[in-house]
Every structure is written in C-alpha cells, then in structure tokens.
C-alpha cells in the first residue's frame, strides 16, 4: 500500500509501508499510448530511472524533484522529503510530472518499486514496490516513512557515500482491466475469499486447504454441536467456511473463523505468521519442512542440503556418555514421507549484519513432479519402507509479492491435479496457465524484452519480488485417496440446517435491502427515553435517535394503521396518541416543532416522511405524546392552540453535579414562570414554596449558549416556544458556605461540553499511559501544565515539555509544542481532521522558555595527547559564535597546556568538510546528521613557513567484492603539514608516528594522494 506526499498532511493509512489488503486492479502489459505528451522516440511499457543526489545533506528544501523520465509514453519524476514529509523517515513518492496540464478527467495505472541504493553492499538496497491508479486528485503515490532518517544519514551505513545518495525508480504502466464485474463461479467454478483488511496470508493458505479434499472431509467430521458458535469454535468456523466455499455463488468472509482464533483486530495478525495459523488449523501439521532458499538452486538443492552428513571434531565433538567427547557424524535421514508434502520456503530469514529481518528474492526453482526416491533412496533411513513409491505431485504454489514489510499473498492451486491451474488471489479467482503457476514464482531477476534494441543497449532487469514461499505437492500413490469426492452426506445435518437457516437470513436482508425504497423507517421518541438518556448518554438536546424503538412501516400504509401498531408495542390505544414532529432548527439543536394534524394523519406513511424531511433521508422522526392522569392511566391529549407551548424542563443538583429529565408542561404564552414554580418544585421533589432558578437552554455548538429566565416576564416576552428545553435548579443561599465546582446550570453545561479526560504518556515511554487527567478543552496552555506539574509532584510547571499526538502514525509528533505555543488544550489535541486525547511529557532540566532561547550542540573532544575522545552537550545562546562553544568548552575538558587554543570541524563520512570560523552563528549548525569535532590545534600548523602547505589525511579502503571505484572510509581524519622539499618517505614516517602504528602493519597500507589535492591554507 502506497500513499501520497500531501505536504503538511499525513496519509490516513494504518502503515504506509504495509502493501496488503485489496488489490483491485488486474494488469497486462500496456500498448504504447498515442497521446499528445507521447514522445517521437517510441517508448517502453516498463523502465528503470537511476538518480543520483549530490550534496544530499545539504538540500534546504522540503521538497525536492527529480528530472522527468519517460515511461509508456508518459512524464514521470521521483519526489523526495530529503528531512522526512513530517515523519522521521525518508519520504519517497512517483509523481505525474506534467499532472496540471493533462486534459479533464485523466487517469493511469503504474506498477512501480522505488530504491535508496546501499553503495557498499548492493544487497542491503532498501526498495519497496506498490502500484497506484494515479489522477488528477492523486497524482503522486508512494511511501510516506520510506526508511529511518537515522539510516539514510548514518555514514556507516552505506546509503549516503561521499554525501551522495542514489535513488532508483523502476516503473511499469499497465492497462486496467474491469475487476467489479468480473463472475469468479461462473468464470471458474470456484469462489474466493473476502480480503478483511491485515488477513494477509490467510486467504491463500485457507483456499490451499479448502482445496486438499481430504482434509475438507476431515474438517466436515470434526464433533460440534447446534449449541456452539461459530466465533467462539474453530472447527464450527472452520466447517461453516468450507461450506460456504462449497456452495456460495460469491466470495466469502472470513471474519468468524479470525475471531474464533481470538485474532479480532488489526495487530493480532502483525503477530502470528503464516506457520503459526498452519499449526492452529492442523496441528499435525507442525512438524512440515522448512527448506533453505538461500544458496539452494532448487527442492532438490534443499533436501541434499537437509540431510548434509555434518563432521562433529575438535571443538564441536560429540559427548557421548561414559566416553566423553568424541569425533562424530550428525545428519537427518527420513523414516518415511507423508501423502500430502508441505515445504515451507525460507523466504524471509533474519540478517545478522542488519539485525533484521530480509526477504530472499533469490531464484529458485521446484519441479511439477518431485522424485523424493532419487540416487537409491539417499533421503531416506535404512529401516524406511522402500516398497513405497514416494512421487509427488504438485498441487499448490503460495505466493508472496512484496518485501519483508508486508506485501500481498495468492495462491496457485490445480484442485483436481489436472492441467488447468487457477490463481485464488483474495475475491478473485482466475485461469491459469502453468507456466504462470511455476516458472514466473521461481523468483529471481526478470529480463524485460528490449522495445529499442538500437536506442539502449542494457537489458531492464526487474527484481521478481513475487515468489513461492511454500508448495504442496500430493504423493502419486496416494491421489485417490486425497483428491476424494466431498458432498453433502459428509456435513452435519445440525451444521446444513444451521449453515441454510444463515443462508436464508442473508437473502431476507439482501431482499430488504432491495426493497428499502418501499418502506420508512420511523423513530418514535417518548418522555420514557428522555428520561434515560438525559444526564447519562447525553447532556444537550432531548434525545438520542438512534437508541428509541424504531418501526420499518410499508410507505403506502395509512398513518393510522401504523398508530394500531404503537398501541400493541406500548400498550397505549390509539385516541390517546399525539405524535409530534422533530425540526432541526438554525442555531443546529433538534426539538419537537408542532403536532401532526387530522390530515396529516389521515395520509400515507410515505406521504407523511416528505412533509417532515426535505432532506432524502428514509427515515421518519416522531415525539409521542401521551398525558397521565391521577392513576397514571393514559388520557386524551389536550387541546393545543397557538396560546399553548410546548416546554421541556431539565433539573440541575450543583452538589451531586447531576442533570436529569423531570417532564414537560404546557404553558400559556402570555403566563409568567412564576405560575409554574409550585409545579415545577413539585416535579423536583422539592417543598413547594422552594426559591428556585431558571435557564433557558439554547445552543451548544460551537459554543453553550444557555440564559438566565426572568420570572416576571412573560413566556413569550423570554422568546419560549414549543419543544424548547428550560433546566431549574434551587437558589443558591446568600449565606450559604458551600462552594460548589459547578454552582449553576450555565457553568455545568460549560463543564460538561468541555471537558475532556487527556491521556498522559512519558515521552520516553510513548506506548504506555502514565496518567489520565480530566481536564477542559477551554484550559490554557499555563493551565494544562500546571496540572500536569502538580500530578508529577514537580514545583515548576515550566518545566514541563509537551508534545502532541500523531493520530495517523500513532506516535508522539517529531516537534513538541512550544512554550505557549498554542492558546488552548484542545489546540494541542487536534491532528488535522481528527481530534486525539492523547500528549506526552517530558521533564526538562531547565525551564522550557529558557531551553527554547538556547541551542543544544552535541561536540565530541579529541584529547590532544591521550587516545580519547569524550562528548560533551554545550548549551548556548542561539545566537552565540562559535568561539562562545570553544569558550565554554574550555571550561569542561583537559587541555594539554593552559593556553592550548581548540578549533572546531565539520566531520562526515570520516572526511573533515570544514573548519568553522570562530564568528560563525551557532543557530543554523546541525549536529545531528554530521559529527562536531574539537580538537587542541597542534603548534605546527600555527607557524607554518610560506611554502607549507596542511593536507588532509583520511582512510579508506577498496571493497573487494564490489568495482574498482568503491572505496569505503573509516577511522578518524586528521590534518597534516608538509614543509618544503620533505619527501614522502618522510610525510609517511610521520604519519606513521601520530597514527602510533607498528612497522609491519603499517607497509601495509597504500597512500594515495587525491586530485586536486585538498589543500587548506
């Protein structure tokens, strides 16, 4: 999966470097576009573009292009973030290089891998292939964390040589084949699995199963019950998808057999590999081959390497008891071979010289038929049984695409053994022929054909990075037993009728479905609802759609049809209904509007959803209203004129900071509140002459908007009309001495829309939740560490650095936020689009104000006389010279004379670039991608004679493995004066005396003296 450069944006991808999940593109080779950007030279389908970057570390922009290239008559260039695209990784990304000026509505498709040449070691290329349907929307597709900046700019590493870094693009465009409409059963005869996101290898190793007859059988005669579910059972799961796979006409989720492992998210399958899901399906399948790739030309190689005789002498002997060590041979001989032969490739094994994990693309060849008996049997034990024939067949070929980040998973599979292959890749299963199923997953390098003999002469070479990694082959003698007949005689009748009960539930859906435009779905709201949500779910607003009775009602039905159905449902008859309207209105609340009239409850169903919803929307929302007398026994509705208002009333308790729903009123529009207070005590459960306080409640985004009621004005005069919401609590007394957080229902209200419980994480520590805090979104920046201050125990909150979430990457952003750099805690927790409740923390040393006014320089000081060298953190001023760094130095290390005078180098790549002029600024010197040296200057150069000249000295040494040119620096550089007229046996002499090294070691070295001869004065 690639994504795109959006500058000062991130990709909202799970992980950029995984390319898995679907692919819904299938290709062939393009013919060459005839279209105005084509070029006269007639151009390739696919291409290789090698760029090289000098002066890499030196590059000041964000963004930096390469030149255009060609491909399939099209303009491309490469991209780069030579200082991450706000990551801390390289960013790398193909680009439409002439995307503005192409027509209206264009669109290609490219596969295309992109690379950071390693020059020392050409196996340690970092490359990572994806494919892209690029547009004017995305017209660049790529890798947001490519690989770490620490290796990109780490000299030992090799990407960066001499300050130059090469960067290859190798791009083939392809046409597009139409994937949605394509029939898998009625193409093949066979379904596919569904892609469910990180199922990775899953999808192919189940269909190479689902495929060995035999082993479907023995899945269908496992033991299970009516009584167990399929996502808590493994066999059921199991059973229930071979089934599906069986007899479905479309392809099938795998959801319920994933959680029936307990693999329910996203991160359980980065954790469990293809061998571990094997084990979990069968367990005898634990002990299969694991056969060697690297330096194996084939299966035959594998074995030959497996059953290798290993001497065991000198200090490997072999204890034998009562003998002690003794010379020995060790090896493995097979007893006998199963009828179904797993070999597992080692595709992927770990790098000891990386210390991590690498693919092997090598080539790597395995036969149709496998003759485990060759050379006499040399596989096999003395006591195996040799009147069976061990040949095997092939029968299916794993395929892994992609490199050792994530990539895609298919299989090739002849389920009959017959000539006829079929690739099973996710939904899709296709034809195949077996050149494709073998030959083409050998893996290894591909010869692309030469378009223009005579206009480039070297052939394209791709690296295959689509190979085998594990093959199934079926013992010849073993075939009928193996490739049985599976029917439905061999499947449970508790699993048939469960499996046809589940079949005909998702025809009753897809039928609903299909049939969704006859019906509305109606949401009816009542006092018992509110009563529930108010002050648990929700704060604002009355109710929660989505958590009331809903009703699907056919459009054509009456109104007062669906009304003989709420009777049933509530048990309330229909003359004591009043159903009212919801309106969304102009400040974003939604309320009851009006009651629906005579007519309006006469019409249709339908009818009546186009009066309430301009809006399309299927559904249609109702309030019920039902009076309760005395008895609390339903009554008719009351008579509702323009005099009478509709009021909701909520009651506050500042003590228990508490809202909740006590029920609604009529008023008159021309009473006053205080008419009401008696009622409205009584409804609290207070006394009845209780001094009570009234609020309307208005509006709560973006902002709460809730006023105070005078209870001397009218309800019309305070603006009051139907379905608004007033919320009351007691007067809070003059002499009282409680001092509440929250006294009243406008400071509540405040509280409760902001308030926001934030995660704490110790930046050290960026995976684990140190503490949580609630806190307001409305908090200052002062606010929200002091909190943080006082949680820790620390006296000064300025101490305290915070940094905020990246919620695509889920890490800690690369720059922390600055000392009051942001005004409120909810601009610290927003990331784009998307709001995060989490920051991290740090304790500084220093206040943080402090620390920002000043700049860190890590320098590494060379004892003038001892073979050392120590690091030392100079803290300055930004705006302090160089000759302050030297200064303070001085103060911390061992000189070797009280008036030594120090200098200060630019090392990289174990060459010196530059001495820094004492006046030089210290604010713009990075010391993260190159080393700060300091050194004493020797008295030598000091006094240098007017044809003296200072060299410079550095090691290197020639790769043998690699050409001529590659040359590889190591050690410390160091400079050197040469007096007129010395020789070089001399110079040599006294290289040889600072260098402190033995004669015979030193004839050992070469010196070469660079052209031009770096020089400095």
């Known amino acids: 999966m690639g994504d795109r450069s959006q500058e000062d944006d991130e990709m909202l991808v799970p992980h950029p470097e995984f390319a898995d999940g679907p692919q819904p593109m299938e290709v062939a080779q393009t013919e060459t576009a005839t279209t105005a950007e084509n070029q006269q030279v007639e151009d390739p389908p696919s291409s290789r573009f090698t760029w090289t970057i000098d002066n890499f570390s030196r590059l000041n922009t964000k963004k930096h292009y390469s030149d255009i290239f060609i491909v399939g008559g099209y303009k491309w260039r490469v991209l780069i973030f030579p200082k991450g695209n706000n990551v801390d990784h390289l960013s790398m990304y193909l680009d439409v290089a002439d995307s503005a000026t192409l027509p209206y509505g264009w669109s290609r498709y490219a596969q295309f ?299 090739f599979i002849r389920p009959t053994l017959s000539d006829q292959w079929f690739k099973f890749d996710d939904e899709r299963v296709t034809k195949e022929d077996t050149k494709r199923a073998l030959e083409e997953q050998y893996g290894g390098e591909e010869e692309l054909p030469q378009t223009n003999p005579g206009f480039n002469n070297t052939p394209f070479k791709f690296t295959k990075y689509s190979n085998a990694y594990m093959l199934v082959y079926i013992r010849e003698s073993d075939k009928e037993k193996i490739i049985c007949n599976v029917d439905e005689k061999d499947i449970a009748e508790h699993l048939r009728i469960r499996l046809k009960k589940e079949q005909e539930e998702k025809e009753h859906k897809k039928k609903e479905k299909a049939e969704a435009h006859l019906y509305t779905i109606i949401k009816v709201a009542r006092d018992e609802d509110l009563a529930e949500q108010i002050g648990r779910d929700i704060y604002f607003d009355l109710v929660d759609h989505d958590k009331v009775r809903s009703f699907r009602i056919q459009k054509q039905l009456p109104f007062n049809v669906f009304k003989e159905e709420v009777a049933k449902e509530f048990g309330i008859p229909v003359q004591f209904q009043r159903f009212w309207l919801w309106a969304k209105r102009q400040n974003h609340t939604y309320r009851p509007n009006r009651p629906l009239s005579p007519q309006e409850e006469a019409q249709s169903v339908g009818q009546l959803r186009e009066v309430s919803n301009k809006a399309h929307n299927a559904e249609l929302k109702l309030f019920l209203e039902v009076e309760l007398g005395l008895d609390l026994g339903p009554l008719s509705p009351p008579d509702k004129t323009k005099e009478d208002i509709l009021l909701f009333f909520k009651l506050y308790d500042p003590e228990k900071e508490e809202l909740r729903y006590v029920g609604r009123l009529f008023v008159k529009a021309l009473g006053k509140p205080s008419e009401i207070l008696t009622k409205l005590n009584e409804l609290a459960g207070f006394s009845p002459n209780e001094e009570i306080e009234l609020y309307e409640e208005i509006k709560f985004e973006p902002t709460v908007m809730c006023e105070h009621i005078d209870k001397r004005l009218t309800f019309r005069s305070s603006q009051l009309e139907d379905g608004d919401i007033i919320c009351y609590q007691k007067s809070p007394a003059i002499d009282s001495d409680d001092q509440f957080r929250y006294p009243d229902v406008p400071s509540f209200l405040e509280y409760v829309h902001n308030r926001q419980v934030v995660h704490f994480r110790s930046l050290e520590k960026p995976k684990e939740d140190d503490f949580c805090l609630e806190l307001s979104k409305l908090h200052t920046y002062d606010d929200v560490v002091e909190r943080v201050a006082h949680q820790l125990g620390l006296d000064d909150p300025s101490k305290i650095r ?216």
């Open 113 to 411: 891998s992109l690379a950071v040449i390693n020059q020392i070691h050409n196996k340690y290329t970092i490359r990572k292939d994806t494919q892209h349907q690029f547009n004017a929307r995305e017209s660049d597709w790529g890798f947001t964390s490519f690989m770490p900046l620490s290796e990109v700019y780490d000299p030992t590493r090799g990407y960066l040589v001499n300050d130059t870094l090469v960067v290859e693009a190798e791009v083939a465009v392809r046409r597009v084949v139409d994937y949605w409409t394509y029939d898998s059963k009625k193409e093949t005869g066979y379904v596919g699995l569904k892609n469910q996101g990180a199922t990775c290898y899953m999808n192919s190793l189940l269909q190479t199963l689902y495929h060995i007859p035999y082993f479907r059988k023995a899945v269908y005669h496992m033991p299970t019950t009516e009584n167990d579910m399929p996502s808590g059972s493994i066999p059921l799961a199991l059973q229930s998808l071979f089934y599906k796979l069986q007899y479905s006409d479309s392809s099938v989720a795998t959801k319920e057999l994933t959680k029936s492992f307990g693999w329910d998210t996203y991160d359980s399958f980065m954790q469990h590999d293809v061998q571990e899901l094997n084990r979990v399906l069968c367990e005898k399948l634990e002990d299969k081959m694991k056969l060697d790739v690297k330096g194996c030309r084939d299966v035959y190689a594998s074995f030959d390497k497996y059953v290798e005789v290993e001497r065991l002498e000198g200090d490997n002997k072999y204890h034998a008891e009562q003998y002690g060590l003794q010379d020995a041979k060790k090896g493995v001989l097979f007893i006998d071979f199963p009828p179904v032969l797993q070999l597992q490739l080692k595709r992927f094994e770990y790098d000891f010289m990386r210390d991590t994990m690498v693919k092997i693309n090598d080539r790597y060849e395995f036969p149709l038929q496998l003759d485990l008996d060759r050379d006499n049997g040399k596989y096999l034990s003395p006591e195996a049984d040799r009147s069976v024939r061990n040949l095997y067949t092939l029968h299916s070929v794993l395929v892994h695409s992609g490199g050792v980040h994530g990539g895609h998973y298919y299989a």
């Open 802 to 1017: 915070l940094t905020s979430h990246n919620c695509y990457s889920q890490q800690p952003k690369p720059q922390p936020i600055k000392y009051r750099g942001v005004e409120h805690l909810s601009d610290m927790l927003v990331h784009y689009n998307q709001t995060s409740d989490i920051l991290y923390y740090e304790v500084l040393d220093i206040p943080l104000p402090e620390l920002q006014g000043l700049k860190t320089l890590k320098v590494a000081f060379h004892h003038a006389t001892k073979d050392e060298v120590v690091i030392h953190s100079i803290r300055l001023p930004k705006n302090s010279t160089v000759a302050d760094v030297i200064n303070d130095l001085k103060t911390k290390v061992e000189l070797s004379h009280p008036n030594a005078e120090l200098r200060l180098l630019e090392v990289f790549y174990h060459k010196i670039y530059k001495i820094f002029p004492p006046n030089e600024k210290i604010e713009n010197i990075n010391d993260q991608y190159w080393t700060l040296r300091a050194e004493e200057i020797p008295e030598e150069e000091k006094n240098l004679g007017p044809h003296d000249r200072l060299i410079h000295v550095y090691h290197f040494m020639k790769d043998p493995n690699q050409n001529q040119m590659q040359v590889q620096n190591f050690g410390e550089p160091f400079f050197l004066v040469i007096h007129e007229g010395e020789t070089l046996a001399e110079v040599k002499a006294r290289i040889q005396k600072k260098l402190q090294v033995p004669d015979e070691e030193f004839s050992k070295n070469r010196h070469t003296f660079e052209k031009p001869v770096k020089i400095y004065n």
